[in-house]
């Protein structure tokens, strides 16, 4: 049984950082491109950062520069760790694995992030 399961969310002053890790199991880690997704109330679901295997990383727009993806493979564990948090943050916040050879997703329960401006 494949479980994505995330912690550390929560509310955080605008300006503050928090962070999030999601620890995966039930599947071959290293095949997975991990990733961080987020949904605001009344908005799409929208790429907030994803790694590859080999640390590669790719970010949305809106989170360069503040916020950062990083993985061990060891721990089947990927973390995101958020800086300079807007208002415009709070959303909920899930963990993703897209698998390297084929279509297969999953996703992780959510977690909820407040930023209090």
């Known amino acids: 049984q494949v479980q994505l399961v995330e912690s550390g969310g929560g509310l955080v002053q605008a300006g503050g950082s928090l962070g999030l890790s999601c620890s995966a199991s039930?599947?071959?880690?290293?095949?997975?491109?991990m990733g961080w997704y987020r949904q605001a109330p009344g908005k799409e679901r929208e790429l907030v950062a994803t790694i590859a295997s080999d640390g590669s990383t790719d970010y949305g727009d809106s989170v360069k520069g503040r916020f950062t993806i990083s993985r061990d493979n060891a721990k089947n564990t990927v973390y995101l760790q958020m800086t300079s948090l807007k208002a415009e943050d709070r959303a909920v916040y899930y963990c993703n694995a897209k698998f390297t050879l084929g279509p297969i997703v999953y996703w992780g329960q959510g977690s909820q992030v407040t930023v209090a401006s």
């Open positions: 039930g599947i071959t880690f290293s095949m997975y491109v």
